[in-house]
């Protein structure tokens, strides 16, 4: 079945810091990948997303490269703020009609000034 | 725009007790509608989805159940809670129609079972 793996943290990091959180994936054919963030208290916003491979998904600073031969889809940031603290979910779908999303365990992010 | 609301906030109930989670969607029509489960320590996971008024999938089989009287509400139910229903529950939509597969999620609801 599909799967999503990602590390789980807590990660912490200084502010400025560069920022790579990875995300591998198992699934049948051709899924589509997402990035979600949630911030404290709140539910889910879509952060980037990208469709086929290749494609480079981008938002708010934040770049993510679907890599079909490696089955990833790591999320980077050059230059965090403390802003940037929540967790973050790596996602896909697959392929067609109403699917669901299967999300990976999140990833706890604390940025300290 | 489109906007979709969750209640209530946060729930405290009883085991053994019902549960009636509500969700809506304003700003689209025949959304693709969707329940998730955060629990503690697990991640998220897919409950149930919906196509249509009447038409529901299930992911995991469990304690729960969902309905879609009206198109634009989708309603997360249980006859008697456990404690391993305690966790935070998130309503999704999506427009295929519109060609945006992209899910949008509520609030959130806070599920606490003692």
């Known amino acids: 079945g599909n799967s999503v793996t990602q590390m789980e943290g807590p990660v912490t990091l200084s502010e400025e810091a560069f920022l790579t959180i990875n995300c591998t994936y198992t699934?049948?054919?051709?899924?589509?990948l997402f990035w979600y963030v949630q911030y404290p208290g709140e539910g889910l916003q879509l952060l980037l997303k990208?469709?086929?491979?290749?494609d480079k998904g981008s938002n708010k600073g934040f770049e993510a490269t679907y890599r079909k031969e490696t089955t990833s889809f790591h999320l980077e940031k050059g230059s965090v703020q403390v802003s940037d603290s929540a967790v973050y979910f790596c996602?896909?779908?697959?392929?067609?009609?109403?699917?669901?999303?299967?999300f990976g365990k999140g990833t706890h992010l604390i940025i300290q000034p | 725009s489109q906007t979709i609301h969750q209640w209530p906030a946060t729930l405290v109930q009883p085991v053994g007790s019902p549960l009636s989670l509500e969700c809506t969607v304003e700003?689209?029509?025949?959304?693709?509608l969707y329940w998730y489960r955060q629990a503690a320590g697990r991640g998220l996971q897919l409950l149930f989805y919906?196509?249509?008024?009447?038409?529901i999938s299930s992911e995991v089989p469990q304690n729960l159940s969902a309905s879609r009287p009206q198109d634009r509400q989708f309603i997360l139910s249980s006859k008697k809670l456990l404690l391993s229903d305690s966790g935070f529950y998130l309503c999704?939509?999506?427009?295929?129609?519109?060609?945006?597969?992209?899910?949008?999620f509520g609030p959130g609801t806070r599920l606490t079972v003692l």
């Open positions: 996602a896909l779908r697959r392929g067609g009609g109403a699917d669901g999303l299967t």
């Open positions: 699934a049948t054919g051709y899924p589509s």
């Open positions: 919906s196509v249509g008024i009447g038409q």
């Open positions: 990208a469709t086929k491979a290749d």
């Open positions: 999704a939509w999506s427009d295929l129609a519109g060609l945006v597969d992209t899910q949008y």
């Open positions: 700003g689209t029509s025949n959304p693709n």
